[in-house]
């Protein structure tokens, strides 16, 4: 069975940091391109960023680019999310998400998402 | 950047059909996914690649995309189809996926 696992979320100031996990299992973990997005309180999904199967491409949208790294152990099963310089408008719950071919198709796996609070 | 206009709620009572457009400057160039989220819980994928079902989503959820404009189509709704949709393409300028505003649908 595929699981998707996130942690790491939490609590933090403006202008703090925090590394978000995904523990992936039930499936070849490093033949899959995985994203990451958020959902702010009562608001709509919005995408953050994406990474390759081997962790060699990535891609940020706007809002977190050059705050935000994505990365991955393939060894660990595990994706991550660093954050850093984080704002009020970052508060949202975090999901990962595996996508089902290459990195054309639709996000067939989701976890269960990871709530950052950013306030102080 | 590439956006995806949504209306932000459809009504349909039970048994009849639910169309949930999603609006997108030659959006049918592009492959169209849609989500469903229910309360409380993570998105789920319900159509891929424009019309393909994932396994376990009922034949009563189709997909269509054509010029501007892309369409997820419930059939025979049932209560239990009442949550909030979201369409997503991935736009190849920026290399950015991106969703619409999402569609809540109500079953009367």
């Known amino acids: 069975e595929v699981q998707l696992v996130e942690s790491g979320g939490g609590l933090v100031q403006p202008g703090g940091s925090l590394r978000l996990s995904c523990a992936a299992s039930?499936?070849?973990?490093?033949?899959?391109?995985m994203h990451w997005v958020r959902q702010a309180p009562g608001k709509g999904l919005v995408w953050v960023s994406r990474?390759?199967?081997?962790?060699?491409?990535?891609s940020y949208a706007d809002s977190v680019k050059g705050r935000f790294t994505i990365s991955r152990d393939n060894a660990k099963n595990t994706l991550y999310l660093q954050m850093s310089s984080l704002r009020a408008e970052d508060t949202a719950v975090y999901y990962c998400?595996?996508?089902?071919?290459?990195?054309?198709?639709?996000?067939?796996?989701w976890g269960q998402g990871t709530l950052v609070t950013v306030s102080s | 950047s590439y956006v995806l206009t949504q209306p932000p709620s459809v009504s349909v009572a039970p048994g009849k059909t639910a169309r949930i457009t999603c609006g997108g400057n030659n959006i049918g160039s592009k492959s169209v996914h849609w989500y469903q989220q229910k309360p409380g819980q993570a998105p789920a994928l319900v159509i891929y690649?424009?019309?393909d079902r994932p396994s376990g989503i009922p034949e009563r959820f189709s997909g269509s995309n054509s010029g501007n404009t892309a369409t997820l189509t419930i059939s025979r709704v049932e209560a239990g189809d009442e949550a909030d949709y979201y369409c997503?393409?991935?736009?190849?300028?920026?290399?950015?996926?991106?969703f619409g505003g999402g569609t809540k649908l109500t079953v009367l």
């Open positions: 997503q393409v991935w736009d190849s300028s920026s290399d950015h996926r991106v």
């Open positions: 998400a595996r996508v089902m071919d290459g990195d054309y198709g639709g996000f067939d796996y």
């Open positions: 990474i390759n199967s081997d962790g060699s491409s990535t």
């Open positions: 690649y424009d019309s």
């Open positions: 039930g499936f070849t973990f490093s033949s899959y391109w």
